[in-house]
């Protein structure tokens, strides 16, 4: 039960450039989403989705894609990098809007130079 | 804007002493959840307290919720060195948002 796992766990990119960050679950949860976290800060959440095909945007959704085409699988793009997404970037998951709580990814790491 | 904010920013205590921290929010919620995280690490779900509940318990975990004052409090008796962690907690409308966290250091 690998529960919610997220790839890569660290990446450079340089500014002007595009990457997706995969996260995966492997428990049905119907709702997934995705945090960013800065250095001495919470999490403010960037996208979400309560089930495939549906996606919503969250606090600082500005620069950021997200698609859900199966139930498993939520990948965050990154369109046009910009030093100012340096940060943490956590995926995570529940059953229904985190009635029960969520499980959380280990985290991507990006820096943008 | 953040919806949770947690008070205080940082705690220092020693071992075997209790600790308390605050989130206060803003507006109606349908729960209120406190997670740890060490550093580096993800966020790990510590407790839910639902809208329509006023304590919980969880091994040495005290959790209470007050609406009318849109607050809630984390107890965690008997501090260990292995507490040491950042405490966060998410409140629930629709999405959950997340507060800045309190920093607890328990020294041995």
């Known amino acids: 039960n690998a529960g919610v796992t997220q790839t890569p766990k660290f990446q450079v990119l340089k500014t002007g450039q595009s990457m997706t960050l995969q996260c995966a679950q492997d428990m049905n949860h119907e709702y997934m989403s995705w945090y960013r976290q800065d250095p001495g800060m919470g999490l403010r959440l960037i996208h979400y989705s309560v089930g495939a095909g549906i996606t919503d945007q969250g606090e600082v959704p500005n620069g950021y894609n997200v698609s859900r085409s199966t139930t498993e699988d939520f990948p965050l793009r990154l369109l046009s990098a910009a030093p100012s997404q340096t940060s943490v970037y956590f995926c995570?998951?529940?059953?229904?809007?985190?009635?029960?709580?969520?499980?959380f990814g280990s985290g991507t790491r990006l820096t943008v130079v | 804007s953040q919806q949770g904010e947690e008070d205080p920013q940082a705690l220092s205590i020693q071992e075997g002493e209790n600790a308390t921290m605050n989130c206060s929010y803003k507006t109606s919620i349908n729960n209120l959840q406190w997670y740890r995280q060490n550093s580096g690490r993800g966020l790990v779900h510590l407790i839910l307290?639902?809208?329509?509940?006023r304590e919980k318990h969880s091994g040495r975990l005290r959790v209470t919720l007050d609406t009318s004052k849109k607050s809630s409090s984390l107890l965690i008796t008997a501090s260990r060195a292995a507490d040491t962690a950042s405490y966060f907690c998410?409140?629930?409308?629709?999405?959950?948002?997340f507060g800045d966290g309190t920093t607890l250091t328990v020294k041995p």
């Open positions: 307290i639902r809208s329509n509940e």
């Open positions: 995570a998951s529940s059953t229904g809007t985190g009635f029960y709580g969520y499980t």
């Open positions: 998410a409140t629930t409308t629709d999405k959950s948002t």
